[in-house]
């Protein structure tokens, strides 16, 4: 039973165009989000987060979105450059280790 | 510059050999986990441990892997024996917890890609 889900394997976006990942959970108990970003034979390294007594986090080009009550977050980074493409993984936590997604492959076109 | 160490980086192995992977986290963090990345589940827990101590091993079958801290300087993971749908790609994190909390931010080693054969 995911309780962290990425739905979308996969997106393809154009150099200087707006990325957004999707991310939907089912645990309601969760409190705390992270986005990680993985290059291909590398470890996942933190990006973002946010708390859930927030609704947006702002860092640069990336900034995070929560819907609490449609137990939805998202990721949009702007603008998207060609070293972004890389998969990117949601998480999430509530007093416990931090529960993954599957990751969404996304490949920014130049 | 503070980064967790894993090796081997890769491992080619035959059924039924025993596997073992090892981490160094980074010099001060309390906390370390051990993951598998396959394509079907994505990044899964598989155990981990707080001070040394195993908090939580129910993502591993037990009856072929093992986790241990010997020493806050080294995390290992053991298949034995191992089997061709262990294949996969294993990392280790590790954190810095206050007590009586858990961790935010994780930091990962660049794993040990398994094959299995």
């Known amino acids: 039973d995911q309780q962290v889900k990425q739905n979308s394997p996969s997106l393809s976006v154009q150099e200087g165009r707006i990325s957004i990942l999707n991310c939907d959970y089912t645990?309601?108990?969760?409190?705390?989000f992270l986005w990680y970003k993985k290059y291909p034979a590398e470890g996942p390294t933190f990006l973002i987060s946010?708390?859930?007594?927030?609704d947006k986090n702002e860092d640069g080009r990336f900034t995070v979105f929560l819907n609490k009550s449609a137990k939805h977050l998202s990721l949009h980074i702007v603008p998207s450059q060609p070293g972004d493409s890389a998969v990117y993984f949601c998480?999430?936590?509530?007093?416990?280790?931090?529960?993954f997604g599957k990751g969404t492959r996304l490949s920014v076109i130049a | 510059d503070a980064r967790v160490t894993q090796t081997p980086r890769h491992k080619v192995t035959e059924m039924g050999q025993e596997v073992t992977m090892r981490c160094q986290p980074i010099?001060?963090?309390?906390?370390v986990f051990w993951y598998r990345q396959t394509m079907m589940q994505g990044l899964e827990l598989l155990a981990y441990?707080?001070?040394?101590?195993?908090?939580?091993d129910s993502g591993m079958p037990k009856d072929r892997f093992s986790a241990e801290m010997p020493d806050a300087t080294l995390a290992t993971l053991k298949i034995q024996p191992s089997e061709p749908r262990d294949s996969a790609v294993y990392f280790c994190?590790?954190?810095?917890?206050?007590?009586?909390?858990?961790?935010?931010?994780?930091?990962f080693g660049p794993g040990t890609r398994l094959t299995v054969l």
């Open positions: 994190a590790s954190g810095l917890v206050p007590d009586g909390k858990t961790t935010d931010t994780q930091y």
């Open positions: 645990n309601s108990m969760f409190d705390y």
């Open positions: 946010i708390s859930s007594i927030k």
């Open positions: 998480a999430a936590r509530r007093n416990t280790p931090l529960v």
């Open positions: 010099l001060g963090h309390n906390t």
């Open positions: 441990f707080r001070n040394r101590a195993p908090l939580d």
